[in-house]
């Protein structure tokens, strides 16, 4: 495992897993990864509350996310595989830790989204584990929360398996699909990891 320096670019690795940064070169493999998994990620995806409103274009999208990552406010990151010897990782998703709050808070959010053909498999929290214990450790933050849709049946095992604690319901609270969508709160503070979160995951998932 190799942690960077706590600026920006940052790409992390554990075995097989990479988080590294979501690049401008990307848009092709990108944009056909999510045309893949429409139908799969359409019920949780982000929308425009404002009528009319528009997301931004993968280009906007980019750039926005590299300033904020170079405030030191977001850490947006591409989920790869090493699948074969020799390879180059392949992208299977994305997780982005976004909001991060310094001073007396220390905290920030994740969010994160899997190709559909990789899910169940362990990477997403894997991903999840590494880049908490990046947070954590390196830039010595001190709260993580992860804010799931109830009916996110997928979502809510990761964190089932990473530990996350409930913190009750949050009504209307994200723009979802078209909708003001009520989200549960899970969280994990440092101490509730001692060892690292990442040590925590490869331990349990090397039992099951």
Known sequence: ???????????????????????????AEWMALKRR?????????????VAGG????????????NRQARAGLTLPWVIALRQEPRR????VGQLTVSGI?????????????????????????????????????TLGLHRMEINIRPENASS??????????????RERFLHINGDWSDHRTFA?????????LLQRWLANDATR
């Open 88 to 91: 180059a990782p392949v992208m």
């Open 156 to 169: 809510l095992r990761v964190v089932s398996k990473l530990g996350f604690r409930d913190e009750g319901l």
């Open 1 to 27: 495992m190799e942690f960077g320096t706590g600026s920006w670019p940052v790409t992390l690795e554990s075995g097989d897993l990479l988080l590294r940064p979501l690049r401008y070169r990307d848009k």
């Open 54 to 65: 528009a997301l931004p274009t993968y280009r906007e999208m980019v750039a926005s996310l």
């Open 188 to 196: 994990l503070t440092s101490e509730e990891v001692p060892g690292g």
């Open 37 to 49: 998994n429409a139908d799969w990620l359409q019920p949780w995806e982000a929308s425009a509350p």
């Open 101 to 137: 709050m310094w001073g007396s808070a220390l905290n920030a959010s994740l969010g994160y989204w899997i190709d559909v053909a990789h899910a169940g498999a362990g990477i997403t929290p894997h991903a999840v584990a590494l880049a908490t214990d990046y947070c954590f450790g």
